[in-house]
């Protein structure tokens, strides 16, 4: 597949493409709990934090939230 700019939602069973700047789709995104959206907002921290191991905790447990769910 062409590099477009998207990658595959990481909610299982999603087929959506998202924006690379995204993690998710938005379906999936609002099915994380709001305070796992707050971590991944705070540790994101204005793209200060991205990629940071706080933001990549938070971004792995709401995979995790979401896949459970």
Known sequence: MPDDGTHKCPAD?????????????A?????????LRAAIWRAWDHGE??????HTAAIHAAIEAVNRA
């Open 13 to 25: 069973g999603c087929t959506k493409r998202v924006p690379a700047d995204m993690l998710m789709c």
């Open 49 to 54: 934090g991205a990629g940071s191991r706080a």
């Open 27 to 35: 379906r999936d995104w609002y099915r994380v709990p709001r305070p």
